[in-house]
């Protein structure tokens, strides 16, 4: 038997795919990667698995009564169709919409996460093809990180610098000596960014802090958020209370005159009116340490002794985005930089702040000069558009007014969703309140390898191709390393990639010219290839021509910035590299937040208390706070039908953890299934009694497939553990309609009926029909 190595990448790793007989027999990480993803474990498994796309489909309702809002969706079976037919079903539907309701009718929702490849980047592919007609409403941000990219750009003028140019981990491992971590670093995190990663090295770099006796202070309800070897104290916050504890170190530091004066004279506007809320000359309520220890459970003295060591260290605050995707998200990224600035070690090696550290592998990470290859989407004539994490909103009150970022807008009227690469069942919240907006738009297409839960709810279904079954190229702008991405193996039953749906499509509406400019798979890989390697040689930089490149499979990138320290340039002359704030400084207090008179954001750092926490009336009622936070055995919802996923399971379920002397008056054991549950909905999932969650929290992870007891009922119990059915849907603030969707109030209870089946994996049931 012959067998045959291919290169190929993946958002959580490159790779070498094994292949023998036309079949993928095994995956072996990238030879130079230091701590490759447990993640790949996940790729053999899934590629021929039972709940594949085999073929297009129609859901059998839209298909007898035609295009209309319907409450069926997700609840009735399909019909079969050959790819002619559903081609010319579907582009006989696109005229239509476009010729009624024009391009702000549609709604362009892929969320880009499907494939590491530049050019088969679900995102591209999906915009483009909606530019060639009359364009598309559009999501803005994410759901990973909505608040934090609308609210930093006031305050340091940048989302993407601090992100694709944050201080290097080799500064941090060489210079920090506190390591003031707010939602921790988890190691599982750091495996994922986004268009892939060769070499995973954060481990590494964390265990070079540590032999040269950096401190680790995790502030975190899970005791995990930072690798054991770290050696750091843990203090087990209360969930949501990062604010009040920040403003308490800040506190101290202004209390005890430990704070920069001239830093924040020279580098910053608006701490003077930061200063008189801190010490309650607004309000009447000074933040005080013993004020944060009430509604943190961390010890007064505990803060007091923290803000000291911090002010007498090199000290790097990082806040994960898990504290951004809260009520009031934006407050926690704005005090992290208030607080460095108060330190007065913005601009040096192993000071300052970061955001995120512990949230994508590539922060930290040196950035190439010349990014890899990229797909252009062309112009795109709408412009209305949506903060992500506001779908629902847009789908259930169409026509209605909302505030963004200082802004009043009216969510549009949309009649087509068009969805390739992504699950919103996995990122959106309220699950019972995104299937009455599901319900509610005339037709629903969706592209996707697997029945996943949007799959279900779609009315035309196109079965997309996995990565490992076409051609492509990987790179991230902060990876050394461009992938040839081989394909290994035939398309699945009669999937094809996005790219040749959509060329099919265009051609059937007149537009295939304009979309394919008249390549092929192989010809748009050359042509982006080259390209790409012209802007290198401008650069100043050399790699070798396209086919060079895809034999040797994998080609080291030049032009890297090492050694990044952020803001450095800035802190050495703030008038020559001034920030691209209004002020062209720090801006601790934010003159244009203020002018917008939200309630809900006001011009400085705010405690405002969350409507769901410990500290809640509700908590009477759902005394548990539940945390769902990324999963650790898949990217998202991606692929958790493989064999890494799966291994997480309890019995079949996705696994919650919960704290002993919580598990013991409810009587559960570690391997029982529990019902959690909550005003808006239950899920069933795996109990697992640890300590590594501190007392009164729970925490289950986001990614496992929705599977509702009765597909028909909204508001059914999802059987396999998908915590959306429990988490809100309100946006962050009116600032920034970001996702809050991390927290929320629960009670857990041992599971003592006949437990359901999981058919999240099943294909649903499918009719036959003569057309």
Known sequence: MDRELRPHSSHWG???????????VAIHPYRHDPDPSP?????????????????????????????????????????PLDWGTAIDL????????????????????????????????AQSQLHRFLNCLAGYVRGEHTYSNGAQSVIMPHVVGSMREFLDRATAWSVIERHTELFVCFGGIPIKNTMVSPGGASRHPV?????????????????????????????????????????PVMLALAHTLVAEGLHDRAFLARCCVGFDRFERYLLGATDGCAKTADWAARLSEVPAATIRALARRMAARRTLINVNYSLQRVEHGEQAPWLAVTLAAMLGQIGLPGGGFGQGYGSLGYIGRAPLRVGPPTLAQGRNGVDAFIPFARLADMLLHPGEPFDFDGRRLAYPDIRLVYWCGGNPFHHHQHLSRLRAALARPETIVVHDAFWTPMARHADVVLPASMTLERNDIGGSPN?????????????????????????????ALGIGERFTEGRDEMAWLRHLYEGWRQRVADDGGSVPPFDEFWAAGFLDVPGVDDDLVLFKQFRDDPERAPLG???????????????????????????????????????????????????????????????????TKVRGREPIRIHPVDAAPRAIESGDVVRVFNDRGSCLAGAVVTDTVRPRVVQLSTGAWYDPLDPADPDAMCVHGNPNVLTFDRGTSKLAQGCSGQHALVEVERWTSTLPPIRAYEPPPTERRHH
Do not use: K
């Open 14 to 24: 490159a790779f070498e795919t094994e292949v023998a007989d036309g079949t993928v």
């Open 39 to 79: 993640l790949l474990g996940n790729i053999v498994d899934s590629l021929r698995h039972r709940a594949r796309i085999t073929q297009p489909m129609v859901r059998a309702g839209w298909l007898d009564r035609g295009p209309g809002g319907d409450v069926r969706r997700g609840a009735e079976p399909f019909v």
């Open 90 to 121: 579907l582009a006989g539907e696109l005229r239509r919409v476009y010729a009624r309701h024009g391009g702000a009718a549609v709604y362009g929702g892929s969320y880009g996460w499907s494939s590491a490849g530049r050019f088969h980047h």
């Open 203 to 243: 481990r590494d770099h964390l265990r070079a802090a540590r032999r040269r006796d950096a401190e680790f202070v995790l502030l975190s309800p899970l005791r995990d958020d930072l690798p054991e070897f770290v050696g750091a104290e843990w203090l087990p916050l209360v969930p949501g209370s990062d604010v």
């Open 479 to 507: 990876d050394a390393c461009l992938i040839a991405m081989r394909q290994a193996v035939a398309p699945w039953g009669e999937a094809r990639s996005d790219f040749a749906i959509f060329a099919g499509l265009a051609a």
């Open 581 to 647: 704030t209004p002020s062209g400084r720090i801006e601790i207090f934010s003159a244009t937040i203020a002018s917008f008179g939200y309630d809900d954001c006001p011009g400085h750092p705010t405690w405002l208390e969350p409507a769901e926490w410990l500290g809640a009336p509700l908590a009477r009622r759902f005394p548990l706070h539940l945390v769902a936070n990324n999963p650790t055995a898949r990217l998202h919802s991606q692929l958790d039908v493989g064999a890494f996923s799966q291994s």
